[in-house]
C-alpha cells in the first residue's frame, strides 16, 4: 500500500473522514490505482480495501465529497458515501416489547439475504452456465470421433455466450484497464479469448473451417499453416470457464471479510431488560440511551458499558480482557457490555452506548487492522503485470515483422493470434483454485480452514508467533491444583468441608473447587458418598462463602473474609498463599469452628498438547511470543510450563495490537493464534492470524487461517500446510506458463501446428491439477 504519509506531508491534520464503498474492483491494481489517484489530490490521506470494497479518507476543509467520488468514477469505478444508520428512535415501552423481537428477527434476514445473493452468487450462475457450455465443446474438438458434419457451427452456437456473456466481467475490466494506460490478468484473458473468438468466426466465415466434412487433424509435426481452417473456440470456451472459477473462488472468500466486524457486533446483547416508570420493558440494546437503568440477571449479558448502581456478582469477561478469573463487582463498579454476569442480580446505569462502548471500539480496530493490512496481489497478477505487457508487444511485433519481411497479411495475422493464443494461460485458471481446493480440503480433514490464496504468502514469511493465553495455551477453565492442609487437618476433611460450601455457589472459582473436591471423594473407593448439602448458606459478595456442613461452621474464600472474621492465618498458610500467588494462581482460604484450616489454589488449565506445540513451532524457525490480558505472574508462570521465554502480560485488546505493531516495526513478520474477542483485532492486525476454532465467531472471522479442533499443534500443522500449498501453487504457475512461453518463439516464427498448441494446453492442465492432487498426501 503507497505510504501516503510520506508523500504527503502537508495533508495533516484532518479535519473530516469519509468511508466511500467503491464498486467495480476486481484485482489489487484497481484499488492501488484509486488510491494513488485519490493520494493526488492536495489534502487528502487515502486507504482503499479490495477485500471490502471500502475506500477511509481523510481531507481537509476546502475539499468537496462530491470531489472525491467524481475522482473514483473518473477512473471507470463507482463510489457512494457510507452512512452510518440513524439511532432508533425511543418509542413507548408497550410499543417497544411488542415489536423489538420482529424487528431484530427481519434485520438478520435481509442481511444474511445480502451477503449471500452478492458477488459470488452472480459469479456461481455464470460459472455454471459457462462450465455447462464449455463441456461439449472442448470434448468436440479434442476428440475426433465426436466431429460428425458441421460440429463446428454446433461449437459456434455453444461457445458464443460463453466468450460474451461469460466472459463480460473480464472483457469490461480490460476495458477499463485500457483506458487508463494499464494491463492486468484481465487483459489477457480478454484479447487472448476473444482473439481466438474472432480467428475462429474469420475460419469459419471466410475461411475453410466452415465447410461440411471439416476434422480437426493429429499432425503434430511443427509447420505452417495458413489458420483458414482452424478453430479456436475450445480455448476461448475453456480459458473463459476455468478462470471463472478462480474468480468465483475468490469471491466467496471475500465475501468474509466484513464478518468479523459483524460477529463483533453480534456479540452484544440483542435486547436488555430497562426500568422505566418503576416497571421492567424488555427492549432492544439499540434504543438504549446514556443514564438508562437496566437489569442483568445471571446468564445473562450486560447490555452496553455502565456503572453498578445495585447488586453485586462475578462478571465473566474473559472474551473481551483475557482475564481467566472472573471479576468481583459491586456498587460503583464499571461494567463492559458483551461481558456475561455469572451470579447475583445488577442494575446498571448505561455510561456508554452504540459505537462509544468497548466492544464498539473494539469493532473499530479490527476494521482499522483490515484497511491497513497492505492488499497482497496474487501470484497470478504480479507475474500477469510484466507478462501481458510482453506478450501484447510480442503479438504486435510479429505481424509488423510478417508484413515488412512477406507483405502477406493472412500469414501475419495468423502468425500474431497464434502468439496470443498459446499465451492465453489456460492452465493458469487451474493453477491457484486446483492446489487451493486440494490444500483447503486436506487441512479441513485436519482441523484447518484456510481462507484463501493471498494467506499463504504470509506463511512463507511468518518467523514470530504470538500466543493468546486462555483459550489457546489454556482451556480457559478454572480446576483445583493444590491442597494446603496445615497442622493437624486432615486433607480429605478439608476438601470435603470446602467442597459442600462452594458447591452452593455459583462463582467459577467455587466451582472449580466443588468439581476438584467431588473428584478428588470419588476417587476414594472406601467413600463414595456424595459431598453434603450446606446449611445456613450466605455468599459474601466479593470475599467468598460460608455455610454449616454436619454441625460445623465452614468459611471459604479470600483470607480478608477469615480476618473479618477474627479468624487469625497460621504462618504456614501465609506461606502457602504467597506462594499461590507467586505462580499466579488462586487461593481460596478454609475455615471451620473459628481456626484456620488450610488452602485451595486454582488456575486456569494448560492444554496437555501446549508444551509439545511451542516446540513444533520452534522446529519451524518460529520464535513463541505469550501475550495475555491476565497478570505478569500467572502468564510467566504457564509460559515456563510450555517452553516460552517471551511474555508480554497484563495488555488491553489494542495494546494486543501495538504489541503486534512494535514486533513488525522490529523487523519481524508475525503470525497471531487467539481464541477471544479481544484478539480479534491483533489476529486482523499480524501479517498471518490463526484463530482457534473452539474461540468466539469475531475471532474466527478476523482470523486467515481457522484451527476448528482448538488444539495449538493444529497451528503447526496448518503454517506446514499453507507453505506446502503456497509451494505448489507457485510450481504450477511456473509450469503454466513455461509451456506458453517456450511455445512463443514457434508461434512468432508462424511454425506453431494448433494441435501442439491445443496438446500442449492440455498436457499444461493435466500436469497442474496431478501436482496439485500432492497435497493429498499431507500428513
Not at 459483524?262 to 416497571?279: C, W
Not at 475455615?591 to 516446540?615: F, P
Not at 513444533?616 to 490480558?629: D, I, K, N
Amino acid at each position: 500500500m503507497t505510504d501516503t504519509a510520506t508523500e504527503h506531508p502537508e495533508t495533516t491534520p484532518q479535519s473530516s473522514e469519509v468511508e466511500l464503498a467503491i464498486g467495480g474492483m476486481t484485482c489489487a491494481s484497481c484499488s492501488s490505482r484509486i488510491e494513488r489517484k485519490l493520494n493526488r489530490l492536495d489534502g487528502v490521506l487515502a486507504s482503499v480495501n479490495l477485500a471490502t470494497e471500502k475506500a477511509k479518507v481523510a481531507y481537509a476543509d476546502g475539499v468537496e465529497l462530491s470531489a472525491l467520488i467524481a475522482t473514483v468514477e473518473k477512473l471507470g469505478y463507482t463510489a457512494e458515501e457510507i452512512t452510518p444508520p440513524e439511532p432508533e428512535p425511543v418509542a413507548d415501552s408497550e410499543a417497544v416489547a411488542a415489536e423489538a423481537v420482529p424487528a431484530e428477527a427481519e434485520d438478520g434476514e435481509t442481511e444474511d439475504g445480502e451477503t449471500e445473493d452478492g458477488e459470488s452468487g452472480a459469479l456461481r450462475r455464470r460459472l455454471l452456465v459457462s462450465a455447462v457450455l464449455a463441456l461439449p465443446v472442448v470434448l468436440m474438438a479434442m476428440i475426433p470421433a465426436l466431429q460428425f458434419d458441421n460440429w463446428q457451427w454446433l461449437s459456434l452456437t455453444l461457445a458464443a455466450p460463453v466468450v460474451v456473456w461469460g466472459g463480460l466481467p473480464f472483457h469490461r475490466a480490460a476495458w477499463t484497464n485500457a483506458r487508463h494506460g494499464a494491463a492486468t490478468m484481465d487483459t489477457l484473458v480478454s484479447v487472448g479469448t476473444l482473439a481466438a473468438f474472432g480467428w475462429s468466426l474469420w475460419a469459419l466465415f471466410f475461411g475453410t473451417a466452415g465447410m461440411p466434412g471439416m476434422r480437426h487433424g493429429f499432425d503434430l509435426t511443427v509447420s505452417r499453416t495458413d489458420g483458414s481452417g482452424t478453430l479456436y473456440l475450445e480455448v476461448a470456451a475453456g480459458v473463459v470457464t476455468f478462470i471463472l472459477l478462480g474468480r468465483y473462488l475468490e469471491a466467496r472468500a471475500k465475501r468474509k471479510a466484513g464478518a468479523a466486524l459483524r460477529a463483533l457486533l453480534e456479540l452484544g446483547a440483542k435486547d436488555a431488560t430497562v426500568l422505566r416508570g418503576g416497571r421492567e420493558v424488555r427492549v432492544p440494546a439499540g434504543q438504549l440511551r446514556v443514564g438508562d437503568r437496566f437489569v442483568v440477571r445471571p446468564g445473562e449479558k450486560v447490555a452496553t458499558d455502565g456503572t453498578v448502581v445495585e447488586g453485586s456478582s462475578a462478571v465473566d469477561a474473559s472474551l473481551l480482557t483475557g482475564e481467566s478469573v472472573p471479576a468481583d463487582v459491586t456498587v460503583g463498579d464499571a461494567v463492559t457490555g458483551a461481558t456475561v454476569n455469572t451470579s447475583g442480580r445488577l442494575v446498571v446505569e448505561a455510561s456508554r452506548v452504540g459505537a462509544d462502548t468497548q466492544l464498539g471500539r473494539m469493532a473499530r480496530l479490527v476494521e482499522d487492522a483490515q484497511s491497513g493490512k497492505a492488499a497482497v496481489q496474487r501470484l497470478a497478477d504480479r507475474i500477469a503485470a510484466v507478462f501481458v505487457p510482453v506478450v501484447l508487444l510480442i503479438a504486435a511485433a510479429t505481424l509488423g515483422a510478417w508484413l515488412g519481411l512477406t507483405a502477406d497479411a493472412a500469414a501475419a495475422f495468423t502468425a500474431a493470434v497464434a502468439v496470443l493464443i498459446i499465451a492465453c494461460p489456460c492452465a493458469l485458471g487451474l493453477a491457484t483454485p486446483t492446489a487451493l481446493l486440494v490444500g483447503t480440503g486436506r487441512g479441513a480433514q485436519l482441523g484447518i480452514l484456510i481462507k484463501g490464496p493471498e494467506v499463504l504468502e504470509s506463511t512463507r514469511r511468518v518467523d514470530t508467533i504470538v500466543l493468546d493465553k486462555t483459550g489457546t495455551v489454556t482451556t480457559g477453565r478454572m480446576e483445583l491444583h493444590d491442597v494446603y492442609a496445615a497442622e493437624g487437618t486432615d486433607e480429605k476433611q478439608l476438601l470435603r468441608y470446602a467442597g459442600a460450601v462452594e458447591h452452593a455457589s455459583e462463582h467459577p472459582v467455587a466451582r472449580a473447587v466443588a468439581q476438584g473436591a467431588q473428584a478428588a471423594q470419588a476417587a476414594q473407593a472406601a467413600d463414595d458418598a456424595p459431598l453434603p448439602a450446606p446449611e445456613a448458606f450466605v455468599n459474601v459478595p466479593g470475599l467468598g462463602v460460608r455455610g454449616t456442613v454436619e454441625g460445623h461452621t465452614v468459611l471459604a474464600g479470600r483470607a480478608r473474609l477469615l480476618a473479618e472474621s477474627g479468624i487469625a492465618l497460621p504462618d504456614e498458610l501465609s506461606a502457602a498463599l504467597a506462594e499461590a500467588q507467586a505462580r499466579g494462581r488462586t487461593a481460596v482460604v478454609v475455615a471451620w469452628d473459628g481456626v484456620a484450616r488450610g488452602a485451595l489454589t486454582v488456575a486456569d488449565a494448560v492444554k496437555e498438547t501446549s508444551a509439545e506445540a511451542v516446540r513444533e513451532l520452534r522446529a519451524l524457525g518460529l520464535t513463541p511470543v505469550l501475550l495475555t490480558g491476565d497478570n505478569r505472574a500467572v502468564a510467566e508462570a504457564v509460559a515456563a510450563e510450555v517452553g516460552i521465554d517471551e511474555v508480554r502480560a497484563e495488555v488491553l485488546p489494542q495494546d494486543k495490537v501495538a504489541a503486534v505493531r512494535e514486533l513488525q516495526a522490529a523487523g519481524r513478520t508475525v503470525a497471531m493464534v487467539g481464541d477471544g474477542v479481544n484478539d480479534a483485532a491483533a489476529l486482523a492486525t499480524a501479517d498471518l492470524g490463526l484463530a482457534m476454532g473452539t474461540g468466539t465467531d469475531a475471532a474466527i472471522e478476523a482470523g486467515d487461517v481457522t484451527l476448528v479442533r482448538g488444539d495449538l499443534r493444529v497451528a503447526a500443522d496448518a503454517i506446514r500446510l499453507s507453505r506446502r500449498t503456497l509451494g505448489t501453487i507457485k510450481g504450477n504457475l511456473f509450469w503454466a506458463f513455461g509451456y506458453n512461453v517456450a511455445a512463443l518463439p514457434l508461434a512468432a516464427a508462424g511454425l506453431l501446428n494448433p494441435m501442439i498448441a491445443g496438446a500442449a494446453m492440455a498436457f499444461s492442465s493435466v500436469f497442474v491439477v496431478t501436482n496439485s492432487l500432492r497435497l493429498k498426501s499431507f500428513r
